[in-house]
């Protein structure tokens, strides 16, 4: 396993600090090999009406979530990587509030990773569930 130092600043460089999730304002909650949390502040940009957050922009927030935890338990520093698939479950709308989303490596191979995501209110409520591969190269 990668040491947790390079991971992170793998995670903080190449994730949080790229277009769309500086866009959306991705920020790094915690990071432990295997789990990673980041927090997704409400914005009236990433709605469809009223104050619901819109779908696509959660999927989006569980992918960045589960290629950082996917680096964060890599056996060493990927020189890059894609989300392979993606199956999300939409548990309850996010109305007008901040997300944070929590990823947890399920299984960690030498290119492929298998993450759970749990997408949550900052009220604790669960909003999504997705179960995540991601290939690193």
Do not use: W
Not at 35 to 49: C, D, I, M
């Amino acid at each position: 396993m990668i040491a947790p130092g390079i991971a992170h600043e793998l995670i903080a460089a190449r994730l949080l600090g790229s277009p769309v999730a500086l866009q959306l304002g991705l920020r790094l909650a915690h990071a432990e090999p295997g789990k990673v949390q980041v927090r997704l502040p409400f914005s009236g940009g990433n709605v469809t009406e009223g104050a619901l957050v819109h779908g696509g922009v959660i999927a989006t927030l569980a992918d960045v979530v589960a290629v950082a935890t996917a680096v964060s338990a890599a056996h060493r520093p990927p020189a890059g990587g894609a989300t392979s698939s993606l199956a999300i479950t939409y548990l309850s709308p996010a109305e007008g509030c901040a997300l944070l989303a929590t990823g947890l490596a399920l299984r960690s191979g030498a290119r492929q990773h298998a993450v759970r995501v749990e997408v949550a209110s900052d009220m604790g409520i669960a909003i999504a569930q997705a179960l995540v591969t991601v290939v690193l190269t």
